[in-house]
């Protein structure tokens, strides 16, 4: 395949240079992790039992689900409801996607991120400068019947796997939303409406493979996610960080937690009172690391723009309005460097 040395896969590019990372991953002095400032924390981000959402304790939780939105824009949900045997089988599936050999794997490869079902390494090889330390398989997840015949057949329990754990993602993405709206001072729907009228979900399963100088580059840099809400399964391995009063604090979450964690839209769409926080994942000198983050997202031809009750005299709307797939176009067109295409939406 012409190119095909362009394309490599981290896996293959490991195995070749030993000790140290190429050049084109080395991040200038000015831009690396100085891991020895993160600051860890056993507690960093709020703990929010979702059990409560159920019964008369439901407005407590709304509430502590708002602040947490507006004050750290990162929380974690306990009792969620999604099965275990469902999170152990989506993150064994993939972990099993990442150890076949290369040559399968690259069958599902593109470089062009408008593409639905792509294995991709870094994040936007055509744009950025230096590389990222990171493959990932992106999917399209719903509708799921339009997407899952795309999806990878090898390993023969992916589609099945995979497809559990996306619809039990959607429904807690819901209850979240619903949930959130409720904090807001909104009805129930209203999020769920304001995402238009196909809501879109994608996964990505990222795969970061040991680094021999995880001082020198990223798993991913500092970024905000551009969709609604994220819900990011990890396998254990600690590695994403968050930017808390400008300091980069570890998040310590265990296999099989869910990391909850607001978007662009969400900003927009609680005019500017809840947060799309920068966050970034690190790599680590001896183990792999798998994460897996959901996101939810509006139609592509949803016009994005806050609730009427959220603008006012006192609070004008703080972004134009535009079209969801105008912004996702935007993203992706961006390095991840840039610090927020939000900026790019500001209201004049
Ligand atoms: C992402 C992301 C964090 C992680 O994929 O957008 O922020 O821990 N991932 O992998
Ligand atoms: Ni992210």
Not at 73 to 88: L, R
Not at 222 to 233: A, W
């Amino acid at each position: 395949m012409a190119g095909l040395a362009s394309m490599k896969l981290l896996s293959d590019l490991v195995a070749e240079n030993g000790g140290t990372i190429p050049d084109n991953y080395v991040r200038p002095p000015s831009d690396r992790p100085n891991l020895h400032e993160v600051e860890t924390l056993r507690v960093s981000i709020p703990v929010i039992d979702l059990q409560g959402l159920k019964g008369s304790s439901r407005h407590e939780v709304v509430k502590a689900i708002g602040m947490a939105c507006e004050s750290d824009g990162f929380f974690q949900v306990k009792n969620h409801g999604i099965p275990e045997s469902v999170i152990e089988r989506m993150l064994h599936v993939s972990k099993e996607f990442f150890q076949l050999p290369e040559r399968e794997r690259m069958r599902c490869y593109s470089s062009d991120p408008m593409k639905e079902t792509r294995l991709s390494t870094s994040f936007n090889v055509n744009t950025e400068k230096v590389r990222s330390w990171r493959d990932y398989l992106r999917l399209h997840c719903y509708p799921l019947e339009d997407f899952v015949h795309d999806w990878p057949s090898n390993p023969p329990s992916f589609r099945d796997d995979v497809g559990e754990y996306c619809k039990n993602a959607r429904e807690l993405a819901l209850r979240l939303l619903e949930a959130i709206s409720e904090s807001l001072g909104l009805q129930g729907d209203s999020m769920s409406m304001a995402l238009g009228s196909k809501h879109a979900q994608h996964m990505a399963i990222n795969y970061y493979p040991p680094c021999p100088q995880p001082e020198l580059t990223y798993g991913l840099p500092g970024h905000k996610d551009p969709n609604v809400i994220t819900i990011l399964l990890q396998d254990g391995v600690p590695g994403l960080q968050v930017l808390r009063n400008g300091k980069w604090v570890a998040v310590d979450a265990g296999r099989g937690e869910l990391v909850i964690n607001i978007g662009d839209q969400m900003q927009v769409l609680s005019n500017g009172r809840y947060k799309s926080i920068l966050h970034r994942a690190i790599v680590n000198s001896t183990t792999e690391r798998i994460s897996i983050p959901t996101f939810y997202s509006p139609s592509p031809d949803a016009v994005i723009k806050p609730p009427e009750s959220l603008v006012g005299a006192s609070h004008p709307a703080l972004y134009r309005s535009y079209s969801y797939a105008e912004y996702y176009a935007k993203f992706w067109s961006q390095g991840l460097n840039t610090e927020s295409c939000l900026d790019m939406f500001k209201a004049m």
